[in-house]
Every structure is written in C-alpha cells, then in structure tokens.
C-alpha cells in the first residue's frame, strides 16, 4: 500500500467525520425503510424485484449517497481547513494524492454500501413480518443487494472525490450531491426531452440498477455497474486534472 | 539553496510577484520583508510549488519544488498558522504527515518534545492557543529534518517568550549550516534574528543585502525599510 493511501486512511480514522456520516446513515436508511415498509400497499409488494425497488434498495441509495459526501469531503475538508496546504508540501504529486484520496473512499464507501445494505434488509424485513407480508428475496437478491450496493457506494464514493476536487468549497459540493442523488434525478427519470429512458443512464439510476431495483425501467445490474464505473472514472480524471492544474490558495 | 529567476505572477491586472531574481546561500538567516499585499505570500506559495508562476522560475535545490524528490526531507515550510483541522489532535495531524513522507513516526514524538508541544498533542486542534498553533506548525515542518526552512510571518501571535524561542530556534537551525528564509512585517523582531534581508514592494525586490550593510551608518532597519518603501501605506 502506498504511503499517500496509508496516510489518507489515517486522516479518515483520526477524523470523526467519517463516524458522524456513518451514524447519519444508518439512522437515515432505517428511518426511511421502516417508514415504507409500513405504508406500502401489500399489493406492491408482492413479488421479489417489487420489494427490491420499493424497500430494500433504499440501503443502495443512501450507501451510495453518504460514501459520496464521505468522498467529496476528504477533500473539501482539506481545503476548507488548509490542511492541503501541508498535504501538497509533504507530497507535491497532486494527482497521487487524489489518487488516494479515491482508493480510501471507494474502500470505505464499500463498507458504507455493505451495511446501509445489511440495515435495510434487516429493518425491511422485520417491518414487513410485522405486517404478516413475506419477505420473497431469493439468494441471488440478496447477493445483488449486498454486492450491488457495495460497489454502487464504492463508485459514488469515487465521483464524490471527483466533485468535489472539481467545486473545491465543501457547502456547494454536498449539497450538489445531495440534491442530484434525491431530488434531480428522481425528476428525470423515464423520457428527457422526448427521448425515452435517457433517465436510466444518470449515474443515481445506475446504482440503484445495479442493486437489481426495478429491472424493467433501469439497466440490468452488470450494464448499470460498467455505466457508473465510466462516471467514476471521469469525475476522477476531471478532479486530478483540475487539482494539479490550479493553483493551491 | 534556492534560486528564483526573473518570477513573475500576474493575477488578471495585478501583477502580484513581477520580474522578482534572488537567491539564497546555505547557513545564512533572510528576512523576508514587505507591506501587506507586497507579493510575499505568493512568492513562497511559487517556491513551493503551490502556485505556477506566469513567468520565470523557482527552484529549490536547482529543481521545481512539485519535482523534489522526498520534499518533506529537504524542505519544511509553514504559510498558514492554522492549516489543521479542528477535530483532529496535533499528534495525529503530525502522523498523518509523518505516514504520506515516509517518516518514522518516532520523529513524530521528537518534534513534538522539540516544540513543547508533548503535554498536548492528543488535545483537539481546536483547544489549542494561538501560539501553540504556531509551534504545531512548525513541528510539521520540521518533521523531516530539512535543511531548508520556509516561515510565512512564523511570529504572528507569539508572546514575547514565545518569540525569543522561535528566533533562538532559527539561530541554532541556521548555525548547524541550515537554511531559512522567514518572511514577516515586525521589522523589530526579524532585526535580531537575520543574517540578510530581502525588501520587497509592489511584488518588486527593492532591496537585497546583508543586514550589517544595510544598516551601515548608523540607520535601523526601520528607518531603511520606511525609506524604500515611502509614500505608501499598507
């Protein structure tokens, strides 16, 4: 492991930043899983991929939105703090840097998607037992949910580092992310400007195709992790250039 | 040690460092003085490879700074006093530096000891005084042991102790055949403390010569430095 990773991995645990969003997100997804899994008509939940993309699939979203903040902070924090002042001196190859910066968030950011993904499924599938609904997930959903949110969070943990390399002040950069994941995306989903099913191709969509949510409107799952790792790699290669081209305040 | 050529940075109209050549000899202390907005900020964010100059170059130990290898081991610098993160402790801010340049993490512990800081480096950033921030820095700079040391007003918030430790510090740094270049507005302070001076205005170098002459005939550096730089006020 290189250095600059080792070092970037110590920022994170000797911060508690990262804490404080993993509690966010834990309390987030239960809240928000419990809440629809008691107001959900029993009729749209009775099959697998319905209960994918009503109730278990919010542990990919919120996994792939708080590694994105988690991503995106590493450097905002830095540079809201000065801190990547003395970064840059100890190791003036910016680009190494970011690098790492999106090695330990993406290793993070998987660890975020994997329990955001155990969350969901535990709160979901209690709430539904309540209800006397069964829970009809076969081994491969499960499978799906687990390693599809670890690798859409690990993804989103990637583009978050890239975002926020690229807008630099940290109260834009998070919320840029946020309102997209919730709100902009949900906006476009389906038809934009008459073209159909341009909505599936946004980077959100692609996470939460790749957990296997709604099958029939989104990407299939390996379609949608190839699309989201393509996002990943260009808002890394935009942050890298952005950050070794400008200047260092 | 260090050589900048014909360096200039322009900012849209304003030209904050223009057409600046100086270089600086081992062993030896330089003041680097100027009125506020003079350009001596962003001379050292050049030098350090923060910045790109728009014209001419910097070099540290004849090469770009981004290309040292092994910065931390040849140079130490500070430019902010508060360049840390509130929520994290002094110690581990020191480690995580310590762990990006290689460093063994028992010279985390010795810079610590060196800047009195032992007592409190596993307080949060965010107790720490003025002064101890300072120090803190400093540490950082030195936690690679370089032979070149770059201070951007390092006696900003100091008590009077702490500055007569810091300029005791610098001298013993620089007797051992180190180098620093140490910018700063207290004229009275930098006096007791360097061996050269470097007075820059307007982001022109207007002066560069050992202290002693400067100061020949009788004149203080106060009363050399108003001379140069008369009719403006910072």
């Keep these: 492991m290189s250095a600059a990773l080792r070092a970037e991995l110590f920022k994170q645990r000797s911060s508690r930043t990262g804490v404080g969003l993993f509690v966010a997100m834990l309390g987030l997804v239960a809240f928000v899983v419990l809440l629809h899994g008691l107001g959900v008509d029993a009729g749209t939940v009775d099959g697998a991929s319905k209960q994918v993309t009503m109730l278990f699939g919010w542990g990919t979203v919120f996994g792939a939105l708080f590694a994105a903040l988690l991503g995106a902070m590493s450097i905002t924090s830095e540079i809201r703090h000065g801190t990547i002042r003395p970064t840059f001196l100890v190791n003036p190859r910016r680009r190494e840097v970011v690098a790492a910066k999106v090695w330990a968030s993406m290793l993070i950011g998987a660890g975020f998607g994997l329990v955001a993904a155990a969350i969901a499924m535990g709160v979901g599938a209690a709430t539904l037992r309540a209800r006397g609904i069964d829970v009809l997930l076969g081994t491969g959903d499960y499978a799906l949910l687990f390693a599809g949110g670890a690798a859409a969070a690990a993804l989103w943990a990637a583009i978050g580092v890239g975002v926020g390399a690229v807008v630099r002040n940290q109260v834009p950069a998070l919320t840029g992310v946020c309102v997209w994941l919730l709100f902009v995306e949900n906006l476009l989903v389906g038809d934009i400007a008459g073209v159909a099913g341009v909505g599936r191709l946004l980077p959100g969509a692609a996470a939460k195709a790749i957990s296997g949510q709604d099958p029939d409107v989104l990407l299939a799952p390996t379609v949608g992790l190839v699309l989201l790792a393509f996002y990943a790699a260009a808002a890394v290669v935009a942050g890298s250039l952005a950050t070794s081209r400008r200047d260092v305040a | ?234």
């Design chain 2, 1 to 234: 040690m260090v050589s900048v050529q014909r360096l200039t940075k322009r900012y849209g109209d304003v030209m904050a460092v223009d057409d600046l050549t100086f270089s600086l000899e081992a062993g030896t202390i330089t003041g680097f003085l100027g009125p506020n907005g003079a350009g001596k900020t962003t001379t050292l964010r050049l030098l350090l490879g923060l910045a790109e100059p728009t014209d001419g170059e910097a070099l540290v130990l004849g090469r770009r700074y981004r290309e040292l290898d092994q910065p931390a081991q040849r140079v130490g610098a500070v430019l902010e006093s508060n360049d840390f993160d509130p929520g994290r402790s002094g110690g581990d801010h020191l480690r995580a530096l310590a762990i990006a340049a290689e460093i063994p993490s028992s010279r985390v512990d010795e810079v610590l000891e060196l800047v009195e800081l032992a007592g409190t480096a596993d307080r949060r950033v965010k107790t720490y005084s003025l002064g101890m921030r300072q120090r803190l820095g400093l540490a950082a700079a030195l936690l690679g042991n370089p032979g070149l040391l770059i201070l951007d007003e390092p006696a900003n918030g100091l008590d009077p102790a702490g500055v007569h430790w810091l300029r005791s510090f610098l001298r013993s740094f620089a007797d051992g055949g180190r180098t620093v270049l140490v910018s700063s507005h207290l004229l009275a302070e930098v006096a007791q403390a360097v061996d050269g001076v470097m007075i820059i205005d307007r982001g022109r170098l207007v002066a560069a010569a050992p202290l002693d002459e400067l100061t020949g005939g009788g004149r203080t550096l106060e009363q050399v430095y108003l001379g140069l730089i008369a009719g403006r006020t910072s």
